[in-house]
């Protein structure tokens, strides 16, 4: 069958560790009998040096027609890089944020893996990390505080700011179907995060939660308050299955979370719609400090890759090969320079892309 896919290498690492999940998406084609074509766009800051804007609406549309999105990172060196003296809106960021908005993603899913092999590079407690943890995070992304009302004016001779967070019945609803719908292909538990003891608007996310999971009864479904949450996942994260939540408790949360997996080099994630078409990232920028020295960790975005095959494409089986393939080549001991320990043999990214491939192909 045929898959289109809109790759965007971007700024700084981007074009090194994009190549890198070609080649694996590529050697999964051949294997198993898909074609990926790919269609590459335009963002960030090589946008801005070719037209002179982060994203243009021709780059929307391309992505737009497609059937997923794969992007590198996108930003320069925030001291050095020409691109910080232009006004935010045209600064290379500000393409991503067009892109979610245009795309209207409003899914945030993203996996926290301890791999077995990187449990040195965890910060928790020996006891605690057990035999590892395996949750994601599904935060709401386009509605909430982000983008209610906000203004700052003078009151009553103070100065005075204000942020809105609203949600309705609907934007809850389907981003819990959402985290269901993920949970049923897992181990079937969602742990839904919120502050009901406080907001109204989290009441009311607590109550069209529950009732979306009377549709789900093959799924556990319990409610937790985000202080008790963010201890809970440094206190015992093996708990966890999905944790659904709203956009800022999820923003923070999931940092959190991708805090106690080892490297930001190894975090993939998704941006998910109403639609099939999503956005497939590494959560780590375009680490403008070792772009062009073959030294990136590429496993965010291949693993990125995988979240797109089995997402967009439902090639679940797919999906877990690669998955097994890089679990396999950390097993060997190959690491890039991010997640190197004594005993371990260093490769560059290149390498460490046909490594992975070769465990496929074999
Ligand atoms: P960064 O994530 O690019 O880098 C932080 C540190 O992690 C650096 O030391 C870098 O070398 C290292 N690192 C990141 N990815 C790595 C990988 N795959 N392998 C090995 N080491 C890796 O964050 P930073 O430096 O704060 O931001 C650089 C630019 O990226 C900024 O312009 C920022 O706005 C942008 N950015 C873009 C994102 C995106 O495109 N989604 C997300 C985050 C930042
Ligand atoms: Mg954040």
Known sequence: MDYRIAVIPGDGIGPEIIAEAKKILDVIGRKYGHNFQYTEVLMGGVSIDITGVPLTDEALQTAKSCDAVLLGAVGGDVGKSNWYSLPPNLRPEAGLLALRKGLNLFANIRPAVLFDELKSACPLKEDIIGDGFDFV??????????????????????????????????????????????????????????????LDSSRLWRQITHEVSKDYPDVEFTDMLVDNCAMQIVKNPRQFDVILTENMFGDILSDEASMITGSIGMLASASLGKTKLGLYEPIHGSAP??????????????????????????????????????????????????????????????????????????
Request: charged share 30%.
């Open 289 to 362: 400090d070792i772009a062009g020295q073959n030294k990136a960790n590429p496993i965010a975005t291949i693993l990125s890759a995988a979240m797109m095959l089995k997402y967009s494409f439902d090639l679940d089986k797919e999906a877990a090969v690669i998955e097994d393939a890089v679990r396999n080549v950390l097993k060997k001991g190959y690491r890039t320079v991010d997640i190197m320990s004594p005993g371990k043999t260093l490769v560059g990214t290149d390498k460490m892309g046909d490594l992975i491939a070769d465990e496929i192909i074999n």
């Open 137 to 198: 995070v599904v935060r709401e992304l386009t509605g909430g505080l982000y983008f209610g009302e906000r203004w700052t004016k003078e009151v009553e001779g103070l100065r005075t700011a204000v942020d809105t967070l609203i949600y309705n019945e609907k934007e809850i609803e389907r981003i819990a179907r959402c985290a269901f719908e993920i949970a049923r292909k897992r181990r079937k538990k969602v742990c839904s995060v919120d502050k009901a003891n406080v």
